[in-house]
């Protein structure tokens, strides 16, 4: 297995070489006739937006009452992240393809514009280029475009559709779940995406079923000035499982552009949920301009016993990445489990990490957190654990490197820990440091230019995370890795 | 003495009413409180110091406020300068408030609300046996007692120094010869944002003042034992210190804080320490007050080329106990060791922060911090280390562990890197648990009772940072200290 | 193939190598001896292109060019092995994937057709036996979790698999069983022919039981003090180094 991967990361490697693809291939804008909104952001448009949606009553009260909670908040700045003031006004918060007026019933009726900018991007929705084996949901802009593979999904009762159409559907899934994990009033970055939310992806997962297919969603952001705020919903019932993927692009742009997305998991007894997530939004450029601000907040519920939820995250893009996947353990026996490479370079600026909260007996959790920066990249971890006073017997263990290329870098390491229950064991471990000389020397006489000395070792330093990953994810990881390190030797 | 605030500063300070806030949801996004200071917030959070330090300064230092000792050094423009700044800087910014990070965890309300006055010159003379039993340590010391903040010299041993140190009382050197403090004092620790260390500023009256000449090794250590009395109204005490050692010079600085009686008392205390380069300081701190008291301590060291600074740390007392201990290194080669330890049971709080700033490259730092956790105490380790630009073949580490005894006592743990440059070796690790079971019943299957068993392992767990303090009579001292008050509420064997 | 004309090295301002001459042809076994400290490492490092050194006068030239010039992976693309003292773990990248970037490497830059994984991996099959190491390594991370030996072996392994020109051995023979002692001198003597050279970097003679070399130099105090047939080496095992003395005289 693991020596198959790394054939197939091998060949891909030499392919990107001989294509001579710059570093990132997916900023190319698709030139499509869209149906937008006009900039700025209050009551009205936020009806507009629900009525172009034809929004059951429950939906519009509740970003209505979001939007009311956001006008009260002020914009996060304990972080370590900083950018100039966003001009919520001057943002655009809808727009969406005029062909998928309707959404779109079949792939035939998809506009082949976008069919052929999600197959550039590698993912091709026509079912006989489907990769085996793979769901996606394309999410183009502010609405989901197309969904594949949906009818074998059906045959298993597993429920895979934008946000919209399962608004429409299963309206009284979507309002017994919807907030619960995450409410509006969290953060600033939910209230708004309460708010304006678009579209995304929704997942149910029935009693017993084990989701035959990974499930993926495939986010684009196209226009210009526009903010995607998707929202995410998984629910796995009682003794199912489900693995999910998200992956992203977006064009190169001289705007910094917003992402507020919010993504809600949550697992019932003995269910398991693995998310994985390749974020390759456009991450601006060597000079640190443009790019997105990736403002997320996803968090699972691990509600019924030995439930199971795992984040595994590689970050490369993005101009600011500020998110924290976090799963609260409420299950007796529950698990939770965060890996994540983070990649900062030229001047992006990440804080990210997890958190995880131990309310119910013998829970446990893991965290592997890899961070690299190089250039004038700004990498810091950020990670709660907390142990509740009931929570007996609570584990967690935490492991915490950065690696720095360049001496113009930063890395930062914050973990919090908070424990409350004496029979808890909590153990955080974290180390910084630059490529070790002898490694690198090691790798030059045999013969590798410092090149790619260093993105094998840094490959290798990321491993145990890659390896968390679904095969074609991980390709792509180690691919998009060797890519965002390219021109940071010397 | 009269401490002229104005009124209108006062005026102005007053709060139009707290920011808003979001409700805080125990799972929210807000792992972190605010992270810049609140001033630069915006103009709602600006003015909002809240009434609490605004009334405090007012009841203690504000206008027409008699204090009941005289400020050495009124003539000096320096100094009073000094206490200028501070004074408004308190004005300014009041005590840290709870959104502040780095006070997260810290409950100064029992500080702040509280009504603490400048205690007079004690009327009672103590005598040197009332406290013999707090300086058989080491007979040759140097020694300098400090009754509730006052040098009180019957008390203190000062004869044998030799001609070429300076250990005297501070009040003294402002008044005679301040120019030995001028070039430090206040000029090592920030009142900026640092409400505690600015009204110490502000009011600074007397504390230890050491001077160790270049090449100077002192053999004997210095003791510095800062006794609280309090008769019956809680009192306030603010002993300032300043170490000056030249280059290449060496001692070592016992700083011992008891009460002498029963009632609450607030120490703030605030040391200052110079290492010239080659200097070595060897810095012991030991808080052993009644449990009714509050301490906080400020301690911060510059560091110059190779100096070593070690500084242990044991917090046993109090009910409240903040210690904040800073190095700079600011001199290539410098070495710095922070260690630490609390011991906590009932309801105490003991919060110990450690800042190592490495500026210069080639420097090394180790922590090691401990806390053992017992009924409904909490114990909070933030650990901070930054790495500047520059500054590289930094070699640091930063451990901390905590050994939680009960199911209602917290350890909260924060171990922070800050790192700004690329040739760095630095790690942390932080532990929370309890005692491990299998040791536990190695021990039991050997015969020794259970409440031993714990005592031998809770003893175990600390004796690894007592063996750190690097002198004999000392070490015994503080670990009988520690094995007393686990006795105390293990229960004896 | 490597002339070596009165070389001189410092690390931190420290005189090393204090002027050092050696010539090796294609074919031949030179063998490196000397006490702790008298530099050998530092030749053999120096001779790879480790970063640390100060060359203040003499020069190397390998193959008709000026090495000492040549960025290190240059060098071991233009056929140069060292097998060092003490191999370095990196984490996560598998002992194949690190062979294979640096087989395809060398033959990239020598104009030959890079191997795919097929092919690398029946080469690599094909050799793997000689050294005794198990496939299972292979699939393991660059020498985490080795023992000594394992760690030796590998660079074995590496060595016949790259085929080098000029192989230098840094002191592998220390931290070996008499197993993996035997199979390393047996590795050695396979790949002896008259196109390949040796350099042997050793502080025992227990090495020499199994590799007969041409030359025998002994290094004390940055000079070579004295150069003889495999002959000498008996004698070193007997006298020590001591009778030799240090110094210019040689």
Known sequence: ?490 | MILDAKTSDLNQIHSPGSPIKAKNSSVSNKIAAPKKPLAEKSELTKNSINNTSQSWFHRNLGTKRELPFRLPGQNLEWLQSCRKVAREHFIKYGFPQKGEESWKYTRTNLITKGEYSFPEPLSIKLDVEEIAHLIQVDKSEFRMVFVNGYFTPHLSSLMKVPRELTIKSLAEILDNRPELAEPYLARIVKTDRQGFCAINTTAMNDGAFIHIPANTKLTHPIHLLYLNYSQNKPIICQPRNLFVFDHNSEAMVVENHVSLSENSHFCNSVTEIDLGDGAKLNHQWVQNENPLALHISTLTAKQGADSQFTSNNFALGAALCRSDVDSKLEGEGAKCTINGFYLTDNNRHMDFHTRIDHFKPHCRSQELVKGILAQKSRGVFNGKLVVHPGANGTDASQKNANLLLSKEAEADSKPELEIFADDVKCAHGATVGQLDGDALFYLTSRGIAKKEAEQLLTMGFAQEVIDLIDHQPWQRWVRELIQKRLTHFLGAP | MLNINNLHAQVDDKDILKGINLNIAPGEVHVVMGPNGSGKSTLANLLAGRDGYTVSQGEVIYKGKDLLTIPTEERAWAGIFLAFQYPVEIPGVSNLQLLKAALNAKRRNNNLKELDAFEFLEMVRSKIDSVGMSEELLQRAVNVGFSGGEKKRNEILQMTILEPDLVILDETDSGLDIDALRIVGRSIEAMRDSQRAFLIVTHYQRMLDSIKPDYIHVLSDGYIVKTGGSELALELEERGYSWLGKGEAA
């Open chain 1, 1 to 490: 297995m693991e020596l198959a991967l790394w054939e197939i990361i091998m060949k891909k490697t030499t392919l990107i070489e001989e294509l001579g693809v710059a570093d990132y291939p997916q900023g190319f804008v698709t030139d499509i006739a869209a149906d937008t909104i006009p900039p700025g952001l209050d009551e009205n448009i936020i009806r507009t937006i629900s009525s172009k949606k034809n929004e059951p009553d429950f939906l519009l009260s509740w970003r209505l009452a979001a939007f009311r909670h956001w006008q009260t908040l002020q914009e996060p700045s304990w972080s370590s992240v900083r950018y100039p003031a966003i001009d919520y006004q001057s943002l655009v918060y809808y727009s969406a393809p005029k062909s998928n007026k309707k959404g779109p019933a079949s792939l035939d009726e998809v506009d082949p514009e976008l069919l052929r900018a999600y197959e550039k991007l590698g993912v091709p929705l026509e079912e006989q280029k489907l990769l085996s084996g793979v769901a996606v949901d394309a999410v183009f802009d502010s609405v989901s475009v197309a969904t594949t593979m949906r009818d074998q999904l059906a045959q298993h009762g597993v429920i895979f559709c934008p946000f919209s159409e399962a608004v429409a559907k299963y309206p009284e899934l979507v309002e017994k779940y919807l907030g619960s994990v995450v409410p509006y009033r969290d953060n600033y970055f939910a209230a708004l995406n309460a708010s304006v939310f678009s579209d995304g992806s929704f997942c149910y997962v029935p009693k017993g079923v084990h989701c035959p297919m990974e499930l993926s969603t495939y986010f684009r952001i196209n226009a210009a000035n526009t903010g995607q705020f998707e929202r995410t919903l998984i629910i796995a019932e009682a003794g199912s499982s489900v693995s999910y993927l998200e992956g992203c692009s977006a064009p190169r742009r001289d705007e910094n552009q917003l992402h507020a997305a919010v993504v809600e998991l949550v697992a019932m007894e003995d269910a398991q949920i693995k998310y994985s997530t390749v974020q390759n939004w456009y991450p601006g450029d060597s000079q640190g301009k443009g790019g997105i601000y990736n403002f997320v907040t996803k968090r699972g519920e691990c509600r019924g016993a030995r439930s199971k939820i795992s984040w595994t995250q590689v970050e490369t893009g993005s101009a600011i990445t500020w998110k924290y996947p976090s799963v609260i353990l409420r299950g007796d026996n529950s698990t939770g489990s965060f890996h994540s490479v983070a990649v900062t370079r030229n001047f992006q600026q990440a804080d990210t990490g997890t958190k995880m909260i131990h309310l119910g007996r013998n829970t446990s959790s893991t965290i592997l957190s890899k961070g690299i920066s190089a250039g004038h990249g700004h990498n810091a971890y950020r990670g709660l654990v907390r142990v509740a006073g009931k929570a007996d017997g609570a584990r967690n263990h935490t492991q915490c490197d950065s690696l720095l290329i360049g001496s113009q870098c930063r890395a930062h390491t914050y973990p919090y820990i908070e424990v409350k229950n004496p029979t808890a064991q909590v153990e955080h471990e974290a180390t910084t440091s630059k490529i070790s000389e002898d490694q690198l020397f090691y790798c030059r006489q045999r013969g590798l230019d410092p090149e790619d000395a260093i993105s094998m070792i840094v490959n290798g330093f990321c491993q145990d995370v890659f390896q968390e990953l679904p095969m074609e994810f991980a390709v792509e990881a180690h691919k998009l890795l060797s890519l965002s390190l390219e021109g940071s030797v010397g």
